[in-house]
């Protein structure tokens, strides 16, 4: 039996979501042991003078709890 916990993180990229998506996991993996799975919670895209210039993503990122 394991337990797992599910924490909130924010990542952006200047390229797409998909490689902020990736950026975000990384990061996560980087951080935390045992992450099992992200769910894509929201996607934001920042716009300066007509053009998008950085994508934002929240995830929520679950990782299970060492014994």
Do not use: H
């Amino acid at each position: 039996m394991s337990v797992a916990r599910v924490t909130e993180i924010t990542a952006s990229s200047p390229k797409s979501f998909e490689d902020a998506v990736q950026i975000g996991v990384d990061r996560a993996c980087k951080t935390l042991e045992g992450v099992q799975g992200a769910w894509i919670k929201e996607q934001k895209a920042v716009i300066k003078n007509n053009k998008i210039v950085e994508y934002r993503i929240t995830m929520k990122v679950t990782f299970v709890l060492k014994d």
